[in-house]
């Protein structure tokens, strides 16, 4: 389909699009069509969510429309190579791509018919007061918790072990299918069989609906977004006309979209919230045990035999453009789980949004019935792409929870022993042997005496006075921990005991034990899953809670995955077509050289749009030097050991003072970390630079806790309006404030190395050397660009914060020499590319920043 052109010159675009906006659309569409990967860099302001999906929806549209002229292409030639059928009256012919075009549309039509009803009832009704008044009783309730906890306490047999057969589903497909809890010894083969013999008849499966062609986009982008959109999707036409082409019936409706979420996002059953006490993990295994059958199952959640109520809820979902919070209000007021309603939704979704982690593990894509098999994938905001896959495989665990949760298993294993079946006990065993094992490790290597060290999976499992941890099968292991929901029962065990001891009664849920077998049940899933690019990272910590005989230490072990690739490698190669967009996205080739280097030239692109606002709006400049002529080259790369110069400190607030009293409104002053940020608020506060600063504008620093923030934004919007003289923010590259925030007009007027001795991107930089195609003697080394790469995408990612809109205008001012080097200017931003002033000196600064906000008619940032 790679020939496949745009049947719309607007794509649908709801507004006249700038020249870069067009541009953009229409590299996007071509990338797609041609079924490349591609990554997209278009700067704030330029519309760059509102162009991703035009140009999806508008491929979408023309690749329905093209499937069906192929099929009537291929009847047509069937008919001329059949000696049979080429003397047959034309109307004969036209009868068939009728009948042929009938079928493709039968499942599409019907949906639609379905929807069309729904969406008349909709205009019919007072929706939008009726609809904000659910919405407020909605949340009304969620946010009342249950007076009493009603749960009743089962006893020990509720944790004792169901049995266990290699062969046997998912808990949740199992638990979906069981029409009562019963628990028997059977494997799932012999008990189909006695189902057989003793007449039970399944019920009869309903038709699968089609999986349509479909956006599958993480959900950055807000729902009502696609509503902006005129999807130009029309109902097809029952026959071609006479030269084969299909017509359009001129029927428009909204893109069919479905937002996915978690249970913690879409649960309404609040008793079951209430329960799991915040836990997703508890929420699951709750969820789990309310599907089968009986008087406990989920009021909200029909039976697979009785679909109905499910595909009422698919029908209404899909009908209207709807968010998570839609979704989950719909569940409330249709009294259908919105978790599995929005699931059965997919397949006829033609835009799925979903989370990130959802996306990124097959497993989750599989439990969710999500195959990317001829679907096009798009990842807006996907600067942190490649840092947010190897935080998503890693893992930490202490040798404190190794211990704790050993306990718990040899505790549960005592109780139940009698109740195992042969591999119950055969795994509980092996777990038992990697839990000592891991203890014994980090035992052995806290004597040592290291504060850390990264050690190969091999080394961390072939080391130890147990020696068996190398001979277990880990993913057996691992798949017998998913499978079985042990955890749930053993965490829930424990805690049931710890509450009869301390006599507080009523069980509750199993939470700080649950937690801990969870992540101890990643961290073997890291290690079953681990190849050449796994790492274990030891490192000696302090513990909050010693006992006596520890002397106060404890180990974290923290599983590291290091290079991306063949974890996101099963997407790109799956998917149609996969587009990774973002306001700061260069340095480009990290995503070429870490993410796809197997990809074949042709199946790769890349493309960076121009800014929407005139380059006369932007002065940019690299300054090298201080109002007293010192050098400024911060070579503070987030040690904690390492401290600023007092003079350098000094010098930097002088400049920006004196930037200060020529800036109208608000000033931003992004610092490379935390620490950078404490040392200069406290050396200012001493010399009283401060002070003389906040005589010019108030003074704002960006807060460490998440829950501050908004209050400081306020407080620094609300100094930058009116007569006032504006405010200025020091902030973090990298932080709370350099994504996501717009310092838009007024808001904003004005080398963040990481930490070189960290042991994680020490590792991370040796395997690229190793791993570099260009790893000879003089070449360059991939690992010093890694290093380089990651600092400038966080200083392009903070100077994207200054220009929001083709109306605004800023000035960006770099205050180290370094950034006039030549390989530093070619990191930053392209649409910055070719403006970078280098003033010769401070004052030479001054006087051009001077000239340039005079020009700017109307005061707005810099």
């Not at 628990?183 to 008990?191: E, G, L």
């Not at 806790?705 to 990298?734: C, H, M, P, Q, T």
Request: glycine share 6%.
């Amino acid at each position: 389909m790679t020939g496949l052109e745009p049947s719309d010159p607007t794509y649908g675009f709801p507004f006249k699009p700038y020249k870069q906006q067009q541009d953009l659309i229409a590299h996007l569409y071509r990338a797609i069509a041609g079924g490349q990967v591609t990554v997209i860099e278009s700067p704030t302001g330029t519309g760059k969510s509102l162009s991703l999906i035009s140009s999806s929806l508008s491929y979408l549209r023309d690749a329905n429309a093209h499937a069906r002229s192929e099929l009537v292409d291929s009847i047509r030639a069937a008919v001329a190579d059949s000696d049979a059928l080429k003397d047959e009256p034309a109307w004969v012919i036209e009868h068939e791509i009728k009948s042929k075009l009938d079928n493709m549309d039968r499942q599409e039509r019907e949906l639609e018919d379905r929807l069309a009803k729904i969406r008349e009832r909709e205009r019919e009704e007072t929706a939008s007061l009726a609809h904000d008044g659910r919405r407020s009783m909605a949340r009304k309730r969620q946010k009342v918790a249950a007076a009493e906890d009603n749960s009743d306490d089962g006893g020990d047999d509720q944790f004792a072990p169901t049995p266990y057969h290699e062969d046997q589903e998912s808990p949740e497909i199992l638990a979906q299918a069981q029409s009562d809890g019963a628990d028997d010894n059977y494997s799932p083969a012999v008990r189909a069989l006695l189902d057989s013999l003793s007449g039970k008849i399944k019920p009869k499966e309903e038709e699968e609906e089609p999986d349509v062609q479909k956006v599958i986009q993480l959900d950055p982008v807000c729902a009502t977004s696609f509503a902006q959109v005129d999807p130009v999707r029309a109902a097809p036409s029952p026959s071609p006309t006479s030269d084969g082409s299909i017509p359009s019936s001129g029927v428009d409706r909204p893109v069919r979209l479905i937002p996915l979420g978690s249970r913690q996002n879409l649960c309404i059953n609040d008793d079951v919230r209430k329960k799991s006490g915040g836990s997703n993990e508890a929420l699951g295994d709750l969820c789990v045990d309310l599907q089968k059958g009986g008087k406990d199952r989920c009021p909200y959640l029909p039976p697979m035999s009785e679909p109905a109520k499910l595909n009422a809820f698919r029908d209404k979902a899909l009908a209207s453009v709807r968010d998570i919070e839609d979704i989950e209000d719909l569940g409330r007021q249709m009294h259908t789980c919105p978790y599995y309603g929005s699931r059965k939704a997919v397949r006829s979704a033609e835009v799925v949004t979903l989370p990130y982690n959802m996306l990124m593990q097959k497993s989750a894509r599989e439990a969710l019935g999500i195959s990317l098999k001829g679907h096009v994938v798009v990842i807006d905001e996907a600067h942190n792409l490649i840092d947010s896959v190897l935080a998503l495989h890693s893992v930490s665990i202490t040798s404190t929870q190794l211990l704790t949760i050993r306990q718990a298993l040899l505790t549960y294993i005592q109780k139940f022993r009698a109740r195992f079946t042969g591999l119950n006990a055969t795994y509980l065993k092996q777990l038992a042997i990697i839990l000592k094992h891991l203890s014994e490790v980090a035992e052995a290597w806290a004597k040592d005496g290291k504060r850390e060290e990264m050690l190969s999976v091999a080394r961390v499992l072939s080391t130890g006075a147990s020696g068996a941890a190398d001979q277990i099968d880990l993913r057996k292991l691992n798949e017998y921990l998913q499978k079985s929901k042990i955890a749930r029962k053993i965490g829930g065990y424990v805690d049931h005991v710890a509450l009869e001891k301390s006599a507080k009664g009523r069980q509750q849920i199993r939470n700080v034990a649950t937690r801990a077998l969870h992540q101890i049940q990643q961290f073997i899933l890291c290690l079953a899953h681990a190849d050449r690019e796994g790492r274990v990272l030891f490192t000696s910590e302090a513990d909050s809670n010693p006992k006596p005989s520890d002397q106060g230490k404890r180990v974290a072990l923290k599983y590291l995955l290091l290079a991306p690739a063949e974890s996101f490698r099963d997407i790109a190669e799956d998917a149609k077509a996969v587009v990774l967009a973002g306001g700061t996205m260069a340095p480009m080739s990290d995503f070429r050289e870490q993410m796809f280097p197997y990809l074949p030239p042709e199946r790769f692109s890349t493309f960076s749009c121009g800014h929407v606002v005139p380059p006369e709006q932007v002065l940019t400049c690299v300054v090298g030097k201080g109002p007293s002529g010192m050098a400024f080259s911060f070579t503070y790369n987030s040690r904690r050991d390492e401290k600023l110069a007092s003079d350098e400190m000094d010098e930097l607030g002088q400049a920006l003072i004196n930037i200060a009293a020529l800036t109208p409104k608000g000033m931003v002053v992004f610092v490379p970390s935390y620490d950078f940020l404490d040392q200069i608020q406290s050396r200012w506060e001493k010399t009283g630079a401060r002070q003389r600063l906040a005589a010019k504008k108030e003074v704002f620093w960006e807060p460490k806790s998440s829950a501050e923030v908004d209050a400081v934004l306020r407080e620094y919007a609300a100094g930058n309006v009116g007569d006032k003289s504006g405010s200025v923010l020091f902030a973090v590259i990298g932080a709370k404030l350099s994504e996501g925030i717009n310092f838009a007009d007024d808001m904003a007027r004005g080398i963040p190395y990481p930490n070189s001795q960290s042991a994680e991107l020490k590792e991370r930089m040796a395997y690229l050397r190793e791993e570099s195609p260009n790893s000879k003697p003089g070449s360059t080394d991939a690992g010093q660009i890694l290093y380089q790469n990651l600092a400038f995408r966080a200083v392009n990612q903070s100077i994207g914060r200054a220009i929001r809109n083709a109306r605004d205008w800023a000035s960006v001012i770099l205050l180290d020499e370094r950034y006039s080097q030549p390989s530093k200017l070619a990191q930053l931003p392209a649409w910055l590319a070719g403006n970078v002033r280098t003033p010769a000196s401070f004052g030479a600064l001054v006087q051009t920043l001077a000239k340039f906000n005079r020009s700017m008619k109307t005061p707005a940032i810099a």
